[in-house]
């Protein structure tokens, strides 16, 4: 077989999932023209936590200098992720700000001012013997790049590079199934950049270890499979597969069954079956850290909807407000009637487009009143079953509301809450129109609380009763202490052999003793013992010396 026959399209197996729905896509509004490099904004405003897990460590202070491309802030634990200077400018504040999050609250950011040099800082040498290098070498350049999941969950990726040493990875899977609707930043990716993500790719299973590599695209996206196919012709073992359109296809798990059968445990991920899974922009992230030196700094974002004039994608650098975004694809439309952070199924609105863009936002979607319409007050619900239905994780949507609803949130973890992927699929079928997925965010966030509050009182436990032990313990070595020396006081005078000082004193004691007899029998006093001439003293000692050997009883 050729290695041209290798990678043309085959009929491979492929398996489905539970549920899942047929939505229209939308997708060609904004494909009709190449990515456009949006302008470097005036202030840039950067979160220290875009990314699941803890806030970056601060390294910079506010009237400081910097240059595009600096570390500002390092990863503070092992899931974190770094963050860099998007451009050269100073430092002008780091204050709350309101950030991309459903709660609409504010969070601590930086904020810089550009000098309009966008002048480089100096990198790390970049690696293009990647393939002999150890993958803790390539897993630490990673890290120190930033480099997060950009298909919207935002884990670090060094982490996830790193699946553990008794987890045998033989599948990676580059996710470009892009299966939400309006959204079409990998698509552009993948039409323009195949070359830059297949060489992520294999970074990516050097690192990890696997022995194939499998593309999973969406049907819808023609342009996109034949490029990236092109693009996997240097190697063998990396397969394109295009799979059935339907969401949410692009979910791990759900890829993961559609491309190779296997069902990834309840709670679990898919390295425990030996699969890792990463989006196609991560894996080009990759290929720039490793093969440029160069950090995460900006990504591709879908600009769309029927609220604004020219629906495009922008490669925009992290932190550019989005209402700058917004004005490049032309502005609002006058029917314009929200701006949501993601696509119609999984994004949230915005409180306002003064909101930066982070390394997860892959898309501003703005939708007219139309498109997205009032749904009314929720209704109760009747029980139709409609959620269980299409939702693609088997749960029951129903006993999660319920539960999540009477805030009893041990029952709704035993319904498997944190199995759900909040694909909004059950929100989208229900005819009472609950906002489903509100309930299970809001759920997710209580039990997070609730077990870190466990867990920080569980760990002032340890800590009380190490202190309390360490206490019994000192108390014990101190009576110890004290009853031997109580022994020793009380130990009898004349014991030979218990302790050698007392011994010596006791010797002592008995010599001078010895002594004063010997004075005594001579006549003398202690008052005139000063007058002994020298020939009395020598008797003296004499008898004091017969005295001391003699047995007792003689003379």
């Known amino acids: 077989m050729t290695l041209a026959a290798l990678h043309t399209p085959t009929a491979r ?16 509004e904004s494909t009709g023209a190449p990515v456009r490099r949006a302008p470097v904004p005036a202030r840039l405003v950067l979160p220290l936590q875009q990314h699941i897990g803890m806030p970056s ?24 992720a770094a963050l860099h200077a998007p451009t050269s400018g100073t430092v002008v504040a780091i204050a709350e700000h309101v950030v991309p999050h459903p709660s609409g609250l504010a969070a601590p950011c930086v904020v810089i001012e550009s000098d309009g040099h966008d002048a480089w800082a100096e990198l790390p040498p970049p690696m293009p013997d990647w393939a002999t290098r150890d993958p803790a070498e390539l897993r630490e350049r990673v ?16 982490v996830k590079l790193a699946p ?14 892009e299966c939400e609707p309006y959204i079409t930043c990998d698509d552009l990716l993948m039409r323009e950049h195949a070359a830059r993500v297949i060489a992520g790719a294999l970074i990516i299973r050097h690192v990890v270890g696997a022995r194939r590599v499998l593309v999973g695209i969406e049907d819808n996206k023609p342009e996109a499979a034949a490029a990236m196919r092109r693009a996997a012709a240097v190697d063998c073992r990396i397969e394109v597969v295009v799979i059935p359109t339907k969401y949410p296809s692009g979910g791990e798990k759900q890829l993961v069954r559609v491309l190779t059968g296997v069902e990834v445990p309840s709670h679990g991920i898919p390295a425990q079956v030996g699969i890792v899974c ?15 030196g160069r950090p995460l700094i900006s990504r591709i974002v879908t600009l769309t909807g029927g609220g604004v004039r020219e629906p495009c994608n922008l490669e925009a650098l992290i932190g550019t ?5 917004v004005a490049q694809a032309g502005g609002y439309a006058p029917d314009a009637a929200k701006l949501i952070l993601g696509g119609p199924m999984m994004g949230f609105a915005l409180p306002d487009d003064g909101v930066p863009i982070t390394k997860a936002a892959n898309c501003l ?54 199995d759900c992927i909040e694909c909004g699929c059950c929100a989208h079928v229900c005819p009472s129109h609950i906002p489903l997925v509100q309930y299970y965010r809001y759920a997710k966030t209580e039990a997070w609380a609730k077990e870190q509050d466990k867990r920080r009182a569980e760990q002032a436990r340890r800590r009380h009763e190490a202190r309390v032990t360490r206490l019994e313990r000192q108390e014990s070595e101190r009576k110890a202490k004290l009853r031997k020396k109580k022994e020793e006081l009380d130990a009898p005078a004349g014991d030979p052999g218990t302790d050698p000082k007392k011994a010596a004193i006791q010797a002592a004691v008995e010599r001078a003793a010895a002594k004063k007899a010997a004075l005594a029998a001579q006549g003398v006093t202690p008052a005139n013992t000063a007058d ?24």
């Open 13 to 28: 197996r492929l398996w489905e999932f539970h549920g899942g729905l047929h939505l229209p896509d939308h997708k060609r």
């Open 278 to 292: 990463h989006n196609v922009g991560t894996a080009a992230a990759v290929a720039d850290a490793v093969l440029d």
């Open 365 to 418: 979607l703005v939708p007219t009143t139309a498109e997205s319409p009032d749904p009314g007050p929720p209704l109760a619900c009747i029980r139709c079953g409609r959620c269980a239905d299409v939702c693609p994780v088997e749960l029951l949507p129903q006993q999660l509301y319920w539960w999540a609803r009477a805030k009893d949130l041990d029952r709704a973890q035993d319904y498997d809450l944190f």
């Open 164 to 177: 553990g040493p008794d987890r045998e990875i033989h599948t990676l899977i580059v996710n470009g199934a």
């Open 532 to 555: 002994l001439s020298p020939a009395q003293q020598r008797q003296v000692d004499a008898a004091e010396a017969r005295r001391t050997v003699a047995p007792e009883g003689t003379d």
């Open 321 to 325: 407000p989005a209402r700058e975004l």
């Open 143 to 158: 890290r120190w790049a930033g480099v997060v999941g950009m298909g919207g969950a935002a884990f670090p990726s060094s």
């Open 57 to 80: 460590h601060l390294l910079v202070q506010p009237g400081q200098a910097v240059l595009k491309g600096q570390l500002i802030a390092r990863p503070n634990g092992q899931v974190s």
